[in-house]
């Protein structure tokens, strides 16, 4: 199988490729956009800033070609954000894959700490991604900013307020934790990533 993790200014993509290569997968990790076509699947990840992301992604076209890749294609926490309409984080308009908006977390008490970071529940699991054994299991989280629930939500943690832990539509597939942090659990969500889309 072809997996091209695409190359940018993010700060994740080397854990990424390191979490598959623990499957014993090898990745490739690319900004060439012939080779991201023709891959079977592609990552998308992203520790960073979106506005200065957005404008990376502007000069490199791959504001364009992400959009608009027909195969499996998974965002990793940024990479989900900026898969979104609009962040709140530089006030900056995404790619639109997913109709939603980014909002910054606005702590509700004093114990509520921004960023989320840590290991926290995800549930209401519903994809060919999760299975019935993710339900309710932790994983690993490091973000400011999240997307609200909505149509396209397929899993929900919460923290301050329940928001979306993963996402899809169509080939689209999305989490706001990080897989590659999240040991096992993360593990089987790359396999199902890579087996069942």
Known sequence: MNIVIIKYNAGNIFSVEHAFKRLGIKAVVSSD???????????FPGVGEA?????????????KLIPNLSQPVL?????????????EEGDVNCLNI??????????????????HMGWNIIKNVKSEIFDETIENQFVYFVHSYYVALSKHTIATTDYIQPFSAAIHKDNFYATQFHPEKSGSIGEKILINFLSNT
Request: hydrophobic fraction near 35%; charged fraction near 25%.
């Open 33 to 43: 956009h012939d080779l991201i076509r023709s891959a079977d699947k592609v990552v």
């Open 51 to 63: 506005s200065s992301t957005m404008q990376y992604l502007q000069q490199s076209g791959l504001d």
């Open 75 to 87: 965002g990793i926490c940024l990479g989900m954000q900026l898969m979104c309409s609009h962040s």
């Open 98 to 115: 997913f109709d939603a908006e980014v909002k910054r977390f606005i702590p509700q008490k004093h114990e509520d700490k921004v960023p």
